[in-house]
């Protein structure tokens, strides 16, 4: 074996394994999301030297609440039509600005823990949303997520998360013990923020089955701010009970993370 050859083979060997967002979806995604916009106006965020998308609406009402950072779930975009449509749309009519962010995402066929070498590149796109709001004038920030973005978001909180993030509404979360990284009830032993943690009685298996590890967990935190919501009748992905949704959230958000810190 030459020593060119040998040290291809040790060079491979002792990179990391990582892996990046699929930026060619991503792209596609972008092309297909932008131009049939309604509500919001799409702009471009940067987290390292990765630009990405991210939708800013702005709230509607005389009294402004804060903003809102919607993350979106597995595999799919900051404007998806269920959970993430009427959180992003539906918030500004209460109070809240909302910005949602394109997460780093895998081709379609992708399962949940494929994800794990993802979650490095979190942490900059959500504090490049905060940092983004914050430039609006935009100082009561909260995160509302869905299903592997709720994980996601659990992961930013749990490390050095900005203390302009006042409050974590999780929709449809889950506990994946396959990686430290996506174990949400590891994160929520950290997480000491008001939290809502809502999921529908007919949800996904994992998130059912993980209730009692994310209560315990967050017990663990010693957080008297944590409550835990099952609503009945909804799914994994509120279908045709987005009205429901979007009202138990704002409610919770006006009680819990209200705020009147925007300033035109």
């Known amino acids: 074996m030459t020593a060119r050859i040998l040290f291809v083979i040790c060079s491979f060997l002792i990179l990391p394994l990582t892996q990046a967002s699929d930026m060619a979806k991503e792209k596609r995604w972008e092309a297909q999301v932008v131009d049939a916009l309604i509500v919001g106006e799409g702009t471009k965020l940067k987290a390292g030297n990765t630009e990405f998308l991210a939708i800013f609406a702005e709230h509607t009402t005389e009294k402004a609440m804060g903003g809102a950072i919607i993350l979106h779930g597995i595999g799919v975009h900051p404007a998806w039509p269920e959970v993430i449509q009427p959180l992003r749309t539906g918030l500004p009519d209460h109070g809240w600005a909302t910005l949602s962010l394109q997460m780093p995402i895998l081709k379609n066929e992708a399962q949940s823990e494929d994800y794990a070498p993802l979650f490095d590149a979190v942490p ?26 709720a994980s996601m978001a659990a992961y930013y909180l749990a490390e050095k998360p900005d203390a302009a993030v006042t409050a974590f509404v999780a ?94």
């Open 171 to 264: 929709v449809g979360m889950s506990v994946h013990k396959s990686d430290k990284k996506m174990d949400s009830s590891l994160h929520l032993r950290k997480i000491t923020l008001p939290v809502l943690d809502i999921y529908g009685s007919r949800d996904l298996d994992q998130v059912l089955k993980s209730t009692k590890d994310r209560a315990t967990a967050a017990n663990k935190a010693k957080n008297k701010r944590y409550t835990q919501l099952k609503i009945e009748g909804a799914d994994h992905f509120f279908n045709n009970m987005d009205a429901v949704l979007v009202k138990r959230v704002r409610g919770w958000l006006a009680k819990h993370a209200a705020g009147t810190e925007i300033k035109k």
């Open 124 to 149: 900059g796109r959500i504090q490049a949303g905060v940092d983004y709001l914050k430039k609006q004038g935009i100082q009561n920030i909260v995160i509302v997520a869905h299903s592997l973005g």
